[in-house]
């Protein structure tokens, strides 16, 4: 249960995202269809979703609130400042992304990732040279192409 706990938090936020404003009963019912419930069907106990709103306040200071006055619809408070950040917007899609791939065990061997060299083998010693002033002067190649 506690071992994807963070993708939890990952799906809520990303639900709200692509929903707007959902009732905690919406809210529910995709859980349920999602394939990270705990249990096959397993409803999202309230308590439970409370505490993954707290939960993400404190990890990624995105607020989820409640229009009471709306029909008790949940929202994700000042979007534009999620949207705005591109890192916590692109580290939210990358593995609300990888949550539905992992989450849906019928997707298995359907889909075929490339093999693409990733950018976190240089990300570090990049950084560094930044913190410490340096000018890093760097020649691109594009995947696949021979100059």
């Not at 529910?28 to 309230?46: A, F, R």
């Not at 539905?100 to 990300?123: C, H, M, T, Y």
Request: hydrophobic share 35%; proline share 2%; charged share 25%.
């Amino acid at each position: 249960m506690a071992s994807n706990i963070f993708g939890r938090y990952i799906w809520l936020i990303d639900t709200l995202r692509r929903h707007k404003r959902l009732t905690f009963e919406e809210i529910n019912n995709l859980w349920i269809e999602s394939c990270l419930s705990y249990g096959e069907g397993d409803e999202l106990p309230l308590r439970t979703f409370h505490n993954y709103r707290k939960a993400i306040k404190d990890i990624f200071d995105v607020y989820i609130e409640c229009d009471v006055k709306g029909g008790y619809k949940y929202y994700i408070d000042e979007p534009e400042r999620l949207e705005g950040d591109s890192l916590r917007s692109w580290l939210i899609d990358s593995y609300a992304t990888l949550n539905q791939i992992q989450a849906d065990k019928k997707l298995e061997g359907r889909i075929i990732f490339e093999n693409v060299p990733s950018g976190n083998i240089w990300l570090t010693t990049f950084a560094q040279a930044m913190r410490n002033g340096y000018v890093v002067e760097i020649t691109h190649q594009g995947f696949g192409k021979d100059y």
